[in-house]
């Protein structure tokens, strides 16, 4: 069955540096989406990106953040200074769809972002 | 900001009987609901879903009920089986503004099944 890959697993970085965490949707996909958990809490939505432009934000998808598909493959979240804050499991979704909502993501395993 | 709530954060059942976990919502302008399981080291997968226009999907072991009036939708598994032994997450999504529906998915905080053999 196709998936959604991330790399790298884990990513520690210190704080105020810049990290780019990377996605292989699935390849007939065509909406992108970043996720994050924070540890003890809940899946938080970041962005969604469609037809190479962000279709949706949150709040929390701030300047410190953008997404990039440089190339058909691939699909990255930079973070251009992390804070102490920034510290979560961020995964990488697709779907085939943008809706209706019932069309499944499909997510990666994840990256787990520890920032010092 | 508590959209979905998922109240119980564990539940433990013994294998072949019923689980049933819970999740609540306060946005009655919810038009999907999905719940999705997670195993450690893995992202989210799929489950089942339901549209508000509906009260109850099934498929296979797993049926999901949803109750509009009183913003509470839960998930049964029959039987239950080791393998079910996951974290499940409820979330829930809208249409967007402009017609078209988003996967712009609210998630409860998980609820941690253990089934025991």
């Known amino acids: 069955e196709p998936e959604v890959t991330q790399t790298p697993s884990h990513q520690v970085t210190q704080m105020g540096q810049e990290v780019i965490l990377r996605c292989v949707p699935i390849?007939?996909?065509?909406?992108f989406y970043w996720y994050r958990q924070i540890l003890g809490q809940k899946v938080e939505f970041l962005v969604s990106?469609?037809?190479?432009?962000?279709?949706?934000k949150s709040e929390i998808f701030d300047d410190q953040f953008s997404v990039e598909r440089p190339d058909g493959s691939n699909f990255t979240l930079k973070i251009r200074s992390t804070k102490l804050e920034d510290s979560a499991m961020y995964f990488c979704a697709s779907s085939k769809l943008g809706g209706p909502a019932e069309e499944k993501l499909f997510f990666g395993s994840g990256t787990q972002l520890s920032v010092l | 900001d508590q959209q979905v709530k998922q109240n119980s954060p564990s539940l433990s059942v013994q294998e072949g009987r019923i689980s049933i976990l819970n999740c609540d919502y306060t946005n009655s302008m919810f038009d999907y609901f999905l719940w999705y399981k997670k195993y450690p080291a893995e992202g989210p997968t799929f489950l089942i879903s339901i549209s508000s226009i509906k009260d109850k999907n099934e498929d296979g072991r797993f049926t999901v009920f949803l109750n509009k009036s009183a913003k509470h939708l839960s998930l049964h598994i029959v039987p239950s089986q080791p393998g079910d032994s996951a974290v499940y997450f409820c979330a829930a999504t809208r249409d967007s503004s402009n017609g078209g529906a988003t996967n712009k998915l609210i998630f409860g905080t998980g609820t941690l099944l253990a089934v025991q053999p």
């Open positions: 390849s007939n996909h065509l909406y």
């Open positions: 990106f469609y037809n190479n432009e962000i279709s949706e």
